[in-house]
């Protein structure tokens, strides 16, 4: 049975990749699909149907087509996953009760193992929650082992019943923790996998398109001069380029029609136009990867933005990956040796990483680089170049089109060469993803950023990236939870990344200083105390002409003692720079020790062979400050990483099922882009769902119903005004508390009235509520932000509070320790714990609210907005005393399902449908 037809669902159109990194494309069936869907129906083999159809079905009939074509999206869903406009996988699931749906899948026989079956479920159950399914049941033929076992490693809990011939199984496809590792896990199997075709290619192209003339020639050339300066040993083909030193591996073309197929890797620069042109014949030279350094795409425009989302069709219809355009290019190491295909044109040989020197020895590891624009990827590669440090891999995404730095984060996840991230950033196309994948990669592997501009919320011409209404604390915090250590620019990132990659994680924040100048301890330990790092001991101070002898023995000492974590070395020569023989006793002991060690020696900046002893290395840093602030953000990412395996809150007495229910029904006729507020009831039984009790109420139409409420719920009540100006202002006679008897609520009722005449020129409704235990009043927020998806808040309430913006934010999923740093981090939190004698509240209550409030904007992407205004936390227990629910159709860009970034936020994949974000 069909239900009521409603718009094509463009939000559920996606670009995925597979498990061996291939790019498809995955959107609802459409009734022009009939004739791509018989002819993969028709290759497929007779075992294959019949598992499908448990029938020897050949061709399909017109019924048949028209049946599987025409869905209404609603009740019969069906998603197809296409490649060069061929259908290449089917799945469907049709309602068979109330939340209830069969699902089955029907994937082209030559795409077994490749992982189709498991994308279209991930997406199937995104949309099955969308329209209000919990379960999918299944009948599947014993032989089909295949099937169930797509159920099972996703992380289902799948109940299975045999029963005459046919397995018969059913799952809840509520999102679990179990569920979205399994989707992560894959995600980042398959992100990282087609990310090896562009940073650990085998074959490289380099082409310039269109006249010689043409300004973007010189990108062409100066990409071939650095990949040929790199030593690249693959084979390697030019096009329109001249050669420099033959090669027996290099092929020069004149058109990019006579190159020769396979070429893992291509860049391109030319006029845009070409360069969109070109990429059919990619398709044909098997290329799996694109990066293309030419302007003239979406910073220009609307023309160029068109431009641009042409080029994103054509290179996912080819299945290509696409590093910019307008990217500064990248650095890689694959099977046949390190590339470099940057814009580079310094000398870069003490950044490259060293390969190893003799068999058997581990491959070195170092640096890897992530930046957007070509300005910021010359900051970087001279920054790393000027400090010395050895770099694993370096891409610039120029206007991130399609890779972006989640997938650079995807790819160092897996390279083991790249041992310290390092990333420059200008927008964030998808703040969850980039958090939720960054966090689990920086509990193995340091991550540091700087986010340019002074907000963090700048978007560049020709980025795709939604706005958020969100303060900028809110990307701070982001950054924070992800275990990102911040700097504030590339200097001080690349500061901490030497001593990150040179140094062992700090075991605590007690620092000892070494100097040989009494000015320069004294700044250690001013710099220090004001990023909290305690001094162990007194500054060792020695003369500023002590030799290396003197040093060694300070040094001695220093090993010898047990007070301290890291060491700041100070060291300024009283003309010229830093004997090379202290800085060998420097590196000596450091080597000796197993804690953190940092220096500042004048004349040694970065990773020096000076400052190097058995196979470890000191950094130095030009300032103290530099070397101080480095060090306090290593004790930073330690202390993160300390909480890293933390689990995520996970409370009794949830049933986002049931929430789901709720809101599916104000949802259903609501237009998209407005928002409704929930009346009081619906609110209320919503905010059960997740264990959240209100206090009742009731809103009364004059004095004498005041009263008979009063005496229903029993004294003590309160009274307030409905209005949301003054109902929590007290001070302006919007709320009477404490009524005990029905004099008093007579009362309260006419002065509120007449306060509300006279501050709002009207009549309003008046609400009475049972009074909550005297205690603090707090303020708990829960938003679905368009950019960053979920954004908790918290903070006391009142004026000051508001006007001083002390606030605290976390983005869910949030472990227990987040919950309790986000309620002590407010600037007014003593206030909960007892300050000047008042009694403590009862905190714990208080951050299971949190937690609660935490699970369902994280579970409800349609619940726009959650306020709890307020709360009144008790010595004993926390009481809801004001509440407001808005719901929206939701936009959210990373919602268990895996998928790619499209070209710019509503734009169509194809002249019928549309396409969604990152």
């Given at each position: 049975m069909e239900g009521p037809a409603e718009r094509y669902p463009s939000q559920w159109e996606a670009d995925v990749v597979l498990r061996d990194g291939t790019p498809m494309h995955i959107r609802p069936i459409r009734p022009d699909d009939a004739e791509a869907l018989q002819r993969m129906h028709l290759a497929q083999s007779e075992q294959s149907r019949y598992l499908r159809f448990f029938a020897p079905v050949g061709r399909l009939s017109d019924r048949d087509l028209h049946r599987f074509t025409h869905v209404d999206h609603v009740e019969r869903v069906a998603l197809v996953l296409t490649l060069g406009g061929e259908i290449r996988a089917v799945g469907r699931f049709d309602v068979v009760g109330a939340g209830v749906a069969e699902v089955g899948f029907y994937v082209a026989d030559t795409e077994h193992g490749r992982g189709l079956g498991s994308v279209l479920l991930e997406h199937l159950a995104a949309a099955g929650r969308d329209r209000g399914i919990h379960t999918f049941v299944a009948d599947v033929l014993p032989t089909n082992a295949r099937m169930v076992r797509v159920f099972t490693d996703a992380g289902y809990d799948v109940a299975q019943e045999y029963d005459d011939g046919v397995l018969s199984v059913s799952f809840s496809i509520e999102e679990t923790e179990r569920s979205w590792r399994v989707m992560a896990e894959r995600e980042r199997h398959t992100e990282a996998l087609s990310m090896r075709s562009v940073l650990a290619a085998s074959s490289v192209l380099v082409a310039r398109l269109g006249e010689e003339e043409h300004p973007s020639a010189t990108l062409a050339h100066a990409a071939a001069r650095s990949l040929f300066r790199s030593g690249f040993d693959g084979p390697v083909q030019l096009v329109g380029l001249a050669a420099e030193p033959a090669r027996g591996d290099l092929t020069c073309h004149d058109r990019l029609a006579d190159a020769t197929p396979p070429v893992e890797l291509a860049v391109l620069a030319g006029p845009p136009d070409e360069i969109v042109d070109a990429v059919p014949q990619l398709r044909e030279l098997e290329v799996r990867s694109l990066v293309v350094l030419s302007h003239g795409f979406g910073e220009q425009g609307p023309e160029g933005m068109a431009r641009q989302r042409t080029l994103l069709r054509r290179i996912r219809e080819a299945g290509v990956r696409l590093v910019g355009p307008a990217?500064?290019?990248?650095?890689?190491?694959?099977?046949?040796?390190?590339?470099?295909?940057?814009?580079?044109?310094?000398?870069?040989?003490?950044?490259?990483?060293?390969?190893?020197?003799?068999?058997?020895?581990?491959?070195?590891?170092?640096?890897?680089?992530?930046?957007?624009?070509?300005?910021?990827?010359?900051?970087?590669?001279?920054?790393?170049?000027?400090?010395?440090?050895?770099?694993?891999?370096?891409?610039?995404?120029?206007?991130?089109?399609?890779?972006?730095?989640?997938?650079?984060?995807?790819?160092?996840?897996?390279?083991?060469?790249?041992?310290?991230?390092?990333?420059?950033?200008?927008?964030?196309?998808?703040?969850?993803?980039?958090?939720?994948?960054?966090?689990?990669?920086?509990?193995?592997?340091?991550?540091?950023?700087?986010?340019?501009?002074?907000?963090?919320?700048?978007?560049?011409?020709?980025?795709?990236?939604?706005?958020?209404?969100?303060?900028?604390r809110v990307l701070t915090e982001m950054m924070r939870q992800a275990g990102f250590v911040r700097a504030r620019n590339i200097s001080e990132m690349l500061d901490v990344s030497a001593l990150l990659l040179a140094q062992p994680l700090p075991a605590g924040p007690r620092t000892a200083v070494v100097s040989s100048s009494t000015s320069l301890a004294a700044l250690v330990t001013d710099v220090a105390a004001a990023h909290e790092l305690p001094l162990a001991g007194r500054p060792v101070v020695l003369d500023p002409f002590a030799g290396p002898e003197d040093y060694a023995a300070a040094f001695e000492a220093l090993l010898a003692r047990e007070d301290w974590d890291n060491v700041v070395v100070a060291l300024a020569a009283p003309v010229g720079e830093t004997d090379p023989q202290i800085a060998a006793a420097l590196a000596r002991a450091a080597a000796?020790?197993?804690?953190?060690?940092?220096?500042?020696?004048?004349?040694?900046?970065?990773?020096?062979?000076?400052?190097?002893?058995?196979?470890?290395?000191?950094?130095?840093?030009?300032?103290?400050?530099?070397?101080?602030?480095?060090?306090?953000?290593?004790?930073?990412?330690?202390?993160?990483?300390?909480?890293?395996?933390?689990?995520?809150?996970?409370?009794?007495?949830?049933?986002?099922?049931?929430?789901?229910?709720?809101?599916?029904?104000?949802?259903s006729d609501l237009p998209a882009g407005t928002r409704l507020t929930l009346d009081a009831a619906t609110a209320s039984a919503l905010l059960a769902t997740y264990g959240i009790e209100v206090l009742p109420s009731t809103t009364v139409a004059d004095a004498e119903a005041a009263v008979a409420a009063a005496e229903r719920f029993g004294y003590p009540v309160a009274l307030k005004t409905s209005s949301e100006v003054l109902r929590h202002r007290a001070d302006l006679g919007g709320v009477s508390l404490d009524l005990s008897d029905p004099d008093d609520v007579r009362e309260a009722y006419e002065r509120l009235c007449a306060r509300t005449r006279r501050f709002l020129g009207r009549d309003v409704a008046v609400e009475v509520q049972p009074m909550a235990p005297t205690g603090v009043a707090c303020v708990v927020r829960g938003t679905e932000d368009d950019l960053y998806g979920p954004v908790v808040a918290f903070g006391l309430g009142g004026d000051a509070t508001e006007l001083l913006g002390d606030v605290s934010y976390r983005i869910p999923p949030l472990t227990a320790a987040d919950v309790r740093d986000m309620v002590r981090s407010v600037r007014a939190a003593p206030r909960l714990l007892g300050h000047r004698g008042l009694p403590a509240v009862d905190i714990g209550a208080l951050e299971d609210l949190v937690a609660r409030v935490s699970m369902l904007t994280d579970d409800l992407p349609e619940v726009a907005e959650v306020v709890l205004n307020p709360v009144i936390v008790a010595e004993h227990g926390a009481q809801i005393a004001g509440f407001t629910v808005r719901v929206a159709r939701p936009v959210r860009q990373d919602a268990g399902r895996r998928m790619l970034p499209a070209a710019q936020p509503g734009w169509p994949s194809d002249a019928s449908t549309a396409s969604v974000e990152e």
């Open positions: 990217s500064y290019g990248v650095v890689g190491h694959g099977d046949a040796g390190r590339y470099d295909l940057s814009l580079w044109s310094g000398d870069d040989a003490p950044a490259l990483l060293r390969p190893p020197t003799a068999a058997g020895e581990q491959e070195s590891v170092g640096l890897g680089l992530f930046c957007q624009s070509a300005p910021g990827g010359y900051a970087l590669r001279r920054a790393a170049r000027d400090r010395g440090l050895p770099v694993s891999s370096f891409l610039s995404s120029g206007l991130r089109t399609d890779v972006s730095g989640n997938d650079t984060l995807q790819f160092w996840s897996v390279h083991e060469p790249t041992a310290v991230g390092a990333v420059y950033l200008e927008s964030i196309g998808n703040p969850r993803k980039f958090s939720r994948i960054a966090r689990r990669l920086s509990a193995s592997k340091p991550l540091v950023a700087v986010v340019s501009g002074s907000t963090g919320q700048a978007t560049p011409p020709g980025h795709a990236v939604r706005t958020s209404s969100q303060p900028q000796a020790d197993g804690r953190t060690w940092v220096a500042s020696a004048q004349g040694l900046v970065g990773l020096t062979d000076e400052l190097s002893a058995d196979g470890a290395t000191v950094p130095s840093m030009v300032t103290v400050e530099d070397a101080v602030s480095a060090l306090a953000g290593a004790v930073r990412h330690a202390d993160w990483r300390a909480g890293a395996s933390d689990p995520l809150v996970d409370l009794p007495g949830v049933d986002p099922v049931v929430a789901r229910r709720i809101v599916a029904e104000p949802l």
